[in-house]
T-cell receptor
Framework: KNEVEQSPQNLTAQEGEFITINCSYSVGISALHWLQQHPGGGIVSLFMLSSGKKKHGRLIATINIQEKHSSLHITASHPRDSAVYICAVREGGSEKLVFGKGTKLTVNP | NAGVTQTPKFQVLKTGQSMTLQCAQDMNHEYMSWYRQDPGMGLRLIHYSVGAGITDQGEVPNGYNVSRSTTEDFPLRLLSAAPSQTSVYFC???????????????FGEGSRLTVL
């Protein structure tokens, strides 16, 4: 069974700090997603990765397929980045997604 | 562009009642799925579909039925609601499959269901 582990579970930062959230998984995958869930509950897709690195604004996502590990970085964090960040992986050859439990980020002004 | 539309947003049921959560997408996505989100747990897959007429079970399918008669719609049916089905439900769609692997995920806004 594929396990998706995220760390840390909770993270509190001061505005402007550099944030890193980690995701590890146990089996081969075809894709990894990073999602953001706001306090209101809605979920939006941030990145889909199958290799390398992607950047969108202040967000950067990286994946190391050999080490079965991905990181989400937020540069110059802002209170509006406060949310739960969720990692999800699609196993190779499967249509199913397996989700981590999420990392709750709070950025204080 | 509406994206993924999910209704209702809130519902209270009594044990044994039935109901249907509606999900519709206007992006011509092949892959649609239903998840439940419970405190302290990650999103868990209930059922999914890779195209009209094709459905399959996810991790927690018991107590739920689905059908996919059109590309746009993927309703989730609770035939006899139980308190254990109290949860927040999300519908999602993506343009990708395991073969094409192109798909960004699009989620509905969620449905909060309480079963008394």
């Amino acid at each position: 069974k594929n396990e998706v582990e995220q760390s840390p579970q909770n993270l509190t930062a001061q505005e402007g700090e550099f944030i890193t959230i980690n995701c590890s998984y146990s089996v081969g995958i075809s894709a990894l997603h990073w999602l953001q869930q706001h306090p209101g509950g809605g979920i939006v897709s941030l990145f889909m990765l199958s290799s390398g690195k992607k950047k969108h604004g202040r967000l950067i996502a990286t994946i190391n397929i050999q080490e079965k590990h991905s990181s989400l970085h937020i540069t110059a964090s802002h209170p509006r980045d406060s949310a739960v960040y969720i990692c999800a992986v699609r196993e190779g050859g499967s249509e199913k997604l397996v989700f981590g439990k999420g990392t709750k980020l709070t950025v204080n002004p | 562009n509406a994206g993924v539309t999910q209704t209702p947003k809130f519902q209270v049921l009594k044990t044994g009642q039935s109901m249907t959560l509606q999900c519709a997408q206007d992006m011509n996505h092949e892959y649609m799925s239903w998840y439940r989100q419970d405190p302290g747990m990650g999103l868990r897959l209930i059922h999914y579909s890779v195209g009209a007429g094709i459905t399959d079970q996810g991790e927690v399918p018991n107590g739920y039925n689905v059908s996919r008669s059109t590309t746009e719609d993927f309703p989730l049916r609770l035939l006899s609601a139980a308190p254990s089905q109290t949860s927040v439900y999300f519908c999602a769609s993506t343009s990708g499959t395991s073969v094409l692997n192109t798909g960004e995920l699009f989620f509905g806004e969620g449905s909060r269901l309480t079963v008394l």
